[in-house]
């Protein structure tokens, strides 16, 4: 019978017979979305036949619902009646040169038949010790992962003008490294709520065309084509949870210890020199791309500005709170937010062709003045009696490394910069740095590699006071110096301009 169902590559635009029948598996589901004027809702299904062939198909409005519980991932169903459309040329080199519009018209039956061996040879999983080599390039990347933890969820303004949701979710491989997840909109409404209402099961997930960024370090997000697919019937999903079984006490003891908030650094490889970029060129690049390694100096563009401003602890956005005050934010909405100052400045970086301008905002604010938020914060209050202003670094004499990223300027011509790590090569043995990732919840963290600032205490009432803890074992490794030339910055949703 299986002579009756054609191939994918099989069914053409200009078929004759219109009565065609494929047997297709259910690849990847994204999540539903509304076009960019707002005029139409579609999702997008990848359509795998027996050889392992692929076919996007694309739902609009009213079928979305109609076929929700009926074009299941992993799924094989008989289609038939599938209208045949030309891909337009722009999107030809992503989806392919035809695509299929399910509707009303187009019959799809289920069939019993289990191709969860076939699907699954098709994924390509990158593990999290090679995720730094995609960091901020255009690459879809798929990953497996346990989560073991979720943040609250939180809205942010982007730069079209528009809010977003986004929620991060923890994961962790079979190393114990873990990585951070950002999803965004439909995702936080449906896997987010997904994966938190199983969180104590630990599921599995698996996800499909994310992209690395160099936010947090190093963390991965999702794109407009991701897909999930959590807790799959797998053999990778099944000897996953066999780990997770064997290895229970040691993944309860890190969500208690949270440690891949506070001391799980990201590796970054030191760039080699063809990956610098002189400083006179850049302008000249930024149809190209955003993010530069600098080779530079660097010094501040004025003795009077502010050093530090009081964020939020969930979003970094500007706070009228008070250090550790517990508040609802205006801009996040996150409840049990917390004051929390954050060291920022404007520097000038210079290297033998030219300079720029550039913002220096969390930790490698900390690492430029080579002191916390916290005491840059209690150094420059008044009534406060401190030296600080005296002893914290102004330059950086030296040629260091600087990632800056290029972000247009809202309303006018022009880009900003934003450093986001700062890398002294000199100072580290071997080819790779470790950059710690800030944390924004409401657990106690450092924010420096180097220096422990304040801890914000468990908060019985809306006030609480400012109360300092000694450094832990992993602190006082840090306190030692070994990466005090790093720093590493949370920026991307919080620009200067929002900042203040």
């Not at 190093?218 to 099944?238: E, M, R, Y």
């Not at 969930?314 to 706070?319: D, V």
Request: with cysteine.
């Amino acid at each position: 019978m299986d002579t009756k169902y054609k191939l994918i590559p099989e069914i053409s635009v200009t078929e004759k017979d219109k009565n065609w029948t494929a047997k297709v598996i259910v690849s990847e589901k994204t999540s539903a979305r509304t076009s960019q004027n707002g005029s139409i809702r579609y999702q997008n299904l990848i359509l795998m036949d027996p050889q392992k062939n692929k076919i996007q198909a694309t739902l609009f409005d009213n079928h979305i619902t109609a076929f929700e519980d009926l074009l299941l991932l992993s799924k094989t169903y008989l289609i038939s009646n599938a209208t045949i459309k030309l891909t337009k040329p722009e999107y030809v080199a992503s989806v392919g040169p035809i695509h299929w519009v399910i509707t009303g018209k187009t019959r799809v039956i289920e069939i019993q038949e289990d191709n969860n061996a076939l699907l699954s040879s098709t994924y390509n999983f990158t593990p999290f010790d090679k995720l730094k080599e995609y960091m901020d390039v255009d690459a879809d990347i798929s990953i497996i992962g346990v989560a073991i933890d979720i943040k609250p969820k939180r809205l942010i303004k982007v730069r079209s003008g528009s809010q977003s949701y986004v929620q991060d979710v923890v994961l962790v491989d079979q190393s114990f490294d873990t990585i951070l997840l950002t999803l965004w909109d439909a995702f936080v409404e449906k896997e987010c709520v997904y994966i938190s209402q199983h969180l104590s099961k630990k599921p599995i997930v698996i996800a499909k065309h994310l992209k690395v960024s160099s936010f947090h370090g190093l963390s991965l997000s999702t794109k407009g084509n991701s897909s999930f697919f959590i807790d799959a019937p797998f053999a990778q999903v099944t000897e996953l949870k066999s780990w997770v079984d064997e290895n229970i006490e040691n993944l309860n003891q890190l969500i208690v210890e949270k440690s891949y908030f506070v001391a799980s650094p990201a590796k970054v490889p030191i760039p080699n020199d063809n990956m610098i970029t002189d400083i006179k060129n850049i302008s000249g690049l930024h149809h190209m791309q955003t993010y530069f390694w600098v080779k530079a100096k660097a010094n501040l563009q004025k003795q009077e500005q502010a050093y530090w401003y009081m964020s939020c602890s969930n979003c970094n956005k500007l706070s009228g709170a008070d250090v550790n005050e517990v508040f609802e934010c205006v801009f996040c909405k996150c409840k049990q937010a917390y004051g929390a100052p954050r060291a920022r400045a404007t520097v000038q970086l210079q290297d033998a062709t030219s300079s720029l301008l550039a913002t220096v905002i969390g930790p490698p604010a900390e690492t430029f003045f080579k002191c916390s938020a916290y005491d840059l914060m209690k150094g420059t209050t008044k009534n406060e009696n401190s030296d600080i202003v005296e002893t914290m670094r102004t330059s950086i004499e030296e040629d260091v490394l600087f990632y800056v990223k290029a972000v247009p300027k809202d309303k006018q011509e022009g880009y900003k910069y934003d450093v986001i790590f700062i890398i002294n090569p000199s100072e580290i043995p071997g080819k790779t740095v470790y950059i710690e990732s800030e944390e924004k919840t409401t657990t106690p963290h450092s924010e420096s590699s180097d220096l422990v600032p304040y801890a914000p205490v468990t908060p019985t009432s809306k006030r609480v006071l400012f109360r300092e803890h000694s450094a832990s074992s992993s602190s006082k490794k840090k306190q030692s110096g070994k990466h005090d030339n790093i720093g590493q910055s949370t920026s991307d949703e919080a620009t200067v301009e929002e900042s203040y």
